[in-house]
């Protein structure tokens, strides 16, 4: 009897379990449309709902290999900075949290520096990724931003940052606030070298991030609808006392107001892309 209980019965589970076992990522949800869609014609379609047009989050990694020629590119080390410089707790220790999201997304922080092509014309890319604690910004962050300019600056190309940010990251209080005058440092390094800065808002764009160097760029590129804004709906309606129209804070919003340049496909953008660095490189030749 212990024979069949030991042997025989896991071993005839695990040749059943074998045959009906189907990943877990196979199928995901448009947030939008809730559409189910598969995810292979997902990636395909670079992220963007095949039913209702919608532009899925992509992480800092699927932007850069979707942006650079052939999707490669040589990814620069970010800077090194103190893990929990105020040994932050809430529900959860903060190097404790910080350990989960690097295990998790496979990144240091919340940014990933590269360089490489697109259409061959040479740049620095500064990716945020949102499945990192919300790509908050902290010091790593704030660093980092600085160390991409840094290296635009020494091969005298543009530099490019695409973001994806609730803002300031609470769990290093007021350090986290001190990266904003510090990422705006590093714009003012490429406007004074005469070099162009290019910046892609991309779902959610919010807080500290978009009150400081996403809002500086020569050139603000935006994707469909994406939310961009500093205080949320519920707080501003609250303050001002007045409805807010639907499309508040939407790229399209901000766009017939002023506030940002364009607003573009996620299917166009490679080629915007190479036009715009294209221009901006033979006037900066």
């Known amino acids: 009897m212990n024979w069949i209980s030991n042997y025989v019965r896991p071993k005839l589970r695990a040749l059943v379990g074998a045959k009906n076992e189907t990943p877990e990522n196979l199928w995901t949800k448009c947030p939008k449309c809730e559409q189910m869609l598969f995810m292979r014609d997902l990636e395909r379609n670079h992220y963007v709902c095949?039913?209702?047009?919608?532009?899925?989050?992509?992480?800092?990694?699927?932007?850069?290999?979707?942006?650079?020629?052939?999707?490669?590119?040589?990814?620069?080390d970010l800077p090194e900075a103190q893990n929990d410089p105020l040994k932050f707790k809430d529900t959860k220790r903060y190097s404790d949290r910080l350990k989960t999201y690097r295990d998790k997304t496979k990144n240091m922080d919340a940014v990933r520096i590269a360089t490489g092509t697109i259409s061959d014309e040479k740049l620095v890319v500064c990716a945020f990724d949102f499945n990192f604690m919300g790509g908050s910004m902290g010091i790593v962050v704030g660093e980092s931003i600085v160390r991409a300019a840094e290296e635009a600056l020494r091969i005298k190309k543009p530099l490019l940052i695409i973001t994806a940010s609730g803002g300031a990251r609470m769990q290093e209080g007021a350090f986290s606030l001190m990266q904003m005058p510090k990422s705006m440092v590093a714009v003012e390094m490429m406007k004074n070298a005469g070099l162009p800065y290019l910046v892609l808002l991309t779902d959610p764009t919010t807080g500290g991030v978009s009150a400081s160097f996403a809002m500086a760029g020569d050139i603000a590129i935006a994707e469909p609808e994406a939310m961009i804004g500093f205080a949320g709906r519920r707080v501003i309606e609250e303050t001002i006392r007045e409805k807010l129209p639907d499309n508040f804070q939407t790229a399209e919003h901000l766009l017939e107001h002023g506030m940002i340049d364009m607003v573009v496909h996620r299917h166009e953008l490679r080629a915007k892309l190479s036009r715009i660095l294209r221009l901006l490189n033979q006037r900066h030749a």
């Open 50 to 76: 095949t039913n209702c047009d919608h532009h899925l989050r992509m992480s800092a990694e699927q932007r850069l290999k979707f942006l650079f020629d052939e999707g490669q590119y040589k990814e620069i």
